[in-house]
């Protein structure tokens, strides 16, 4: 069973500049979160979505970031425009369903902001 | 506001012996705890989990208890190989299947 992938595995940008990062959840999880890891912490949800729905946003700073899942399979995070705090891992993590314990992750986005 | 604290950052153990992971969170909501192992340049992975209505699950040599009344739980891992180094992460899950991480507790386990 393939995992979740995600692209690309690092990227470096400067301030105001926008990015995005791109997800490929595992086939048949209706349930798809990314997360954002700074240096040193765990990792906090920034968005959930159930199929192309989105369920749960409320951590996402949406002056600068914006996340789609058309059709309910892959999805991708937009920032624009980016800020040195922005700079963190960006990990895509997908689940069966969302009474599920478990959620698979993938390898993340590195993203540095110079 | 950190719901999930893990105020170990590292720890280091000689192969072949146990090793005791901690977390304490703060929210009582939390229906599941779980436990993610993390090595360098890959995503987390599931380890083992426990619901909040029990006190101890175990999986070959990882064991997670569950303390409701102090709000505390922790991984043993017995016994500890040099392949079990690496980053354990605590989480909680809230009814919307949201996970609350801690900041981690890197563990060395020494050959």
């Known amino acids: 069973e393939a995992g979740v992938a995600q692209s690309p595995r690092y990227k470096i940008i400067e301030k105001r500049q926008s990015v995005a990062f791109w997800c490929n959840p595992i086939s048949g999880h209706a349930t798809l979160y990314w997360y954002q890891q700074i240096l040193g912490q765990g990792p906090k949800l920034l968005i959930q979505?159930?199929?192309?729905?989105?369920?749960?946003d409320s951590q996402l700073p949406k002056d600068r970031f914006s996340a789609e899942r058309l059709k309910g399979v892959d999805s991708t995070l937009k920032i624009q425009p980016a800020k040195l705090e922005d700079s963190a891992v960006y990990l895509c993590a997908s689940s069966l369903r969302r009474s599920e314990v478990e959620a698979f992750f993938g390898q993340g986005t590195r993203l540095t902001v110079v | 506001d950190q719901q999930v604290k893990q105020n170990s950052p590292s720890l280091s153990v000689q192969e072949g012996r146990i090793s005791i992971l901690n977390c304490d969170y703060t929210?009582?909501?939390?229906?599941?705890f779980l436990w993610y192992k993390k090595y360098p340049a890959e995503g987390p992975t599931f380890l083992i989990s426990i619901s909040s209505i029990k006190d101890k699950n175990e999986d070959g040599r990882f064991t997670v208890f569950l303390n409701k009344s102090a709000k505390h739980l922790s991984l043993h891992i017995v016994p500890s190989q040099p392949g079990d180094s690496a980053v354990y992460f605590c989480?909680?899950?809230?009814?919307?299947?949201?996970?609350?991480f801690g900041t981690g507790t890197r563990l060395t386990v020494i050959p």
């Open positions: 929210n009582s909501m939390f229906d599941y």
């Open positions: 989480a909680a899950k809230t009814g919307a299947n949201n996970l609350f």
């Open positions: 979505f159930q199929n192309n729905g989105v369920v749960d």
